[in-house]
């Protein structure tokens, strides 16, 4: 029995078990290459050409756009998938991607689900893809190699002459369709009328010579074939017109590969609409099921007595928790991300402040913290009521990370056109390297211990961006610890 060639998928990572995972992930179904590196990646690339590379962002010496910008400049490799896998999800690193030829992109930690997904669906676009360039190819070659059909009519549009091309193209002897009528007998009777009648103007004066136009002819076998033809009269001895010479390149291959390719754009064009669509149902329905578990999880440590079984119940409702935080923050950003604008209400942002701390006394009571606000009066901020979540985010991270007995400070200053809001851990600091990664999507600095999902930030940036405000993070100068800080514009 002859086994089923499987597709070849690269993998590209530095990190080791990363690549194991993925092989891990693939190897059933479809031959996995490695590389470690960008050079060796090319190197495997330009001598075993796989169906798809998965292609990490974050590597030294060559990072990923800048391999996948080699691969579709220098390679000129007709098409090959490539799907960026990175922790770096910005809009302005996709763009970076995109811009470096990827086609898709996946956030590490990469599921095995999503992974297959992305494979599956862009295996079948390869497929179609390499087909229409087969008969793309095809059609090229035929045209360059058969050349054209090149015949002479008479004034009566009867054949009196064709050339040894055009007798392969059309599949007669040459004694066999030697006068006869060209019109009647090779043009299929529903295109008969409308080619006497421009033969007709072209004899007359009425239409111009040199025209390109397209319309069938039947060949031997009964087939019609499509034809781009160009006419030009022929001039007899005694200065009239003595015919009218025809050449015909057969098109019909060609018409088929553009038919073929637009019917690509349109299914391109739908495999976007249901990414979009399938994006939509897994946002709702992944919360059904992590709320049963959550249910489920408080019913059995309800009658559970072990203490070991409980303490597994525990660790699987915080993980569970954490999953439900997961999905919730990637909905809110998904849909952040889709929005460019917002309306803006006056605000008075010192009551959200105060509101957002207040929200969180029991988790300050648990670790024996305090709050301070260092404002009285209100200030008013021309905002959307989204802010609220930016305060909420921010001041949950400074009770999230602060240490044990400290103190939360939160201040409003005026900076002319804008407030300055600032909430001031005794945390144990953010490293100056990491200081811009933690706004990025599902970037978290380690911090043992705490259950977070790296994504907070993400949204708090993202809302900031579309106020048209800045945001930032300084180390705080009373001590350890962190000040995170916004502009808002004030409200006139």
Same mark, same amino acid.
């Given at each position: 029995? &002859?086994?089923?060639? %499987?597709?070849?998928?690269?993998?590209? !990572?530095?990190?080791?078990?990363?690549?194991?995972?993925?092989?891990?992930?693939?190897?059933?179904?479809?031959?996995?290459?490695?590389?470690?590196?960008?050079a060796?990646a090319?190197? #495997?690339?330009?001598?075993?050409? $796989?169906?798809?590379?998965?292609?990490?962002?974050?590597?030294?010496?060559?990072?990923?756009?800048? &391999?996948?910008r080699?691969?579709?400049?220098?390679?000129?490799?007709?098409?090959?998938p490539?799907?960026?896998?990175?922790?770096?999800?910005?809009?302005?690193?996709?763009?970076r991607?995109?811009?470096?030829?990827?086609?898709d992109?996946?956030?590490k $930690?990469?599921?095995?689900?999503?992974?297959? %997904? %992305?494979?599956?669906?862009?295996?079948?676009?390869?497929?179609?893809?390499d087909?229409?360039?087969?008969?793309?190819?095809?059609?090229?070659?035929?045209?360059?190699?058969?050349?054209?059909?090149?015949?002479?009519?008479?004034?009566?549009?009867n054949?009196?002459?064709i050339?040894?091309?055009g007798?392969?193209?059309?599949?007669?002897?040459?004694?066999?369709?030697?006068?006869?009528?060209w019109v009647?007998s090779?043009?299929?009777?529903?295109?008969?009328?409308?080619?006497?009648?421009?033969?007709?103007?072209?004899?007359?004066?009425?239409?111009?010579?040199?025209?390109?136009?397209e319309? $069938? #002819?039947?060949?031997?076998?009964?087939?019609?074939?499509?034809?781009n033809?160009?006419?030009?009269?022929?001039?007899g001895?005694?200065?009239?017109?003595?015919?009218?010479?025809?050449?015909?390149?057969? #098109?019909?291959q060609?018409?088929?590969a553009?038919?073929?390719?637009?019917?690509y754009?349109?299914?391109?064009?739908? /495999?976007?609409?249901?990414?979009?669509?399938f *994006?939509?149902?897994?946002?709702? !329905?992944?919360?059904n099921?992590?709320?049963?578990?959550?249910?489920f &999880?408080?019913?059995?440590?309800?009658?559970?007595?072990?203490e070991?079984k409980?303490?597994?119940?525990?660790?699987?409702?915080?993980?569970?928790?954490k999953?439900?935080?997961?999905?919730?923050?990637a909905?809110?950003?998904a849909?952040?991300? /889709?929005?460019?604008d917002?309306?803006?209400?006056?605000?008075?942002?010192?009551s959200?402040?105060?509101?957002?701390?207040?929200n969180?006394?029991?988790?300050?009571t648990?670790?024996?913290?305090?709050?301070?606000?260092?404002?009285?009066?209100?200030?008013?901020?021309?905002?959307?009521?989204?802010?609220e979540?930016?305060?909420t985010?921010?001041?949950?991270?400074?009770v999230?990370?602060?240490s044990?007995?400290?103190?939360?400070?939160?201040?409003?200053?005026?900076?002319?056109?804008y407030?300055?809001v600032?909430?001031?851990?005794q945390?144990?600091?953010?490293?100056?390297?990491?200081?811009?990664?933690?706004?990025e999507?599902?970037?978290?600095?380690?911090k043992?211990?705490?259950?977070?999902?790296?994504?907070?930030?993400a949204?708090? %940036?993202?809302?900031?961006?579309?106020?048209?405000?800045?945001?930032? &993070?300084?180390?705080?100068?009373?001590g350890?610890?962190?000040?995170?800080?916004? *502009?808002?514009?004030?409200?006139?």
């Amino acid at each position: 029995m &002859v086994s089923e060639i %499987k597709h070849r998928i690269l993998v590209v !990572d530095d990190e080791l078990l990363n690549v194991e995972l993925m092989r891990a992930y693939l190897e059933d179904e479809y031959d996995v290459l490695t590389a470690y590196n960008g050079a060796d990646a090319l190197n #495997i690339i330009k001598n075993e050409v $796989p169906d798809i590379v998965l292609l990490d962002v974050m590597m030294p010496d060559m990072n990923g756009c800048e &391999v996948c910008r080699v691969i579709r400049q220098d390679y000129q490799m007709d098409f090959i998938p490539i799907i960026m896998i990175t922790a770096l999800s910005s809009r302005e690193d996709h763009i970076r991607g995109i811009e470096a030829g990827a086609d898709d992109f996946l956030n590490k $930690p990469v599921s095995k689900f999503n992974l297959e %997904k %992305k494979i599956t669906s862009l295996l079948r676009i390869k497929e179609k893809h390499d087909t229409l360039l087969l008969d793309r190819n095809k059609a090229y070659d035929y045209l360059d190699c058969v050349g054209a059909l090149v015949a002479v009519l008479d004034n009566n549009y009867n054949l009196i002459h064709i050339n040894k091309k055009g007798l392969e193209m059309i599949g007669y002897e040459y004694k066999r369709i030697i006068n006869t009528s060209w019109v009647d007998s090779f043009i299929p009777a529903s295109y008969s009328s409308h080619i006497r009648r421009g033969y007709n103007d072209l004899l007359s004066g009425r239409a111009k010579q040199h025209e390109n136009y397209e319309y $069938p #002819i039947i060949i031997s076998d009964g087939e019609e074939r499509l034809f781009n033809w160009y006419d030009s009269l022929l001039g007899g001895d005694d200065g009239g017109i003595a015919g009218i010479l025809i050449s015909g390149e057969d #098109i019909t291959q060609r018409k088929v590969a553009e038919s073929k390719l637009q019917d690509y754009a349109r299914q391109l064009e739908n /495999s976007n609409e249901l990414k979009d669509l399938f *994006t939509d149902i897994m946002r709702h !329905d992944l919360l059904n099921p992590a709320s049963i578990v959550q249910s489920f &999880v408080e019913m059995l440590e309800d009658i559970e007595e072990d203490e070991k079984k409980l303490r597994i119940l525990e660790n699987i409702k915080l993980s569970n928790a954490k999953l439900i935080d997961l999905i919730e923050g990637a909905s809110q950003l998904a849909k952040l991300e /889709s929005v460019e604008d917002i309306s803006f209400v006056k605000i008075n942002i010192s009551s959200l402040i105060t509101n957002s701390v207040t929200n969180f006394s029991m988790d300050m009571t648990e670790k024996n913290m305090n709050y301070e606000l260092l404002f009285e009066d209100s200030y008013f901020a021309h905002a959307n009521p989204m802010v609220e979540r930016v305060f909420t985010n921010l001041i949950s991270n400074a009770v999230k990370y602060g240490s044990e007995n400290s103190t939360i400070k939160l201040s409003i200053d005026d900076i002319g056109e804008y407030w300055k809001v600032s909430v001031i851990d005794q945390g144990e600091g953010i490293a100056d390297k990491d200081k811009n990664a933690v706004f990025e999507r599902f970037k978290r600095v380690h911090k043992e211990n705490i259950c977070g999902t790296g994504i907070g930030l993400a949204i708090v %940036k993202r809302i900031m961006d579309l106020h048209g405000g800045l945001i930032g &993070v300084t180390d705080n100068p009373e001590g350890k610890g962190s000040i995170f800080w916004l *502009t808002l514009k004030k409200a006139q």
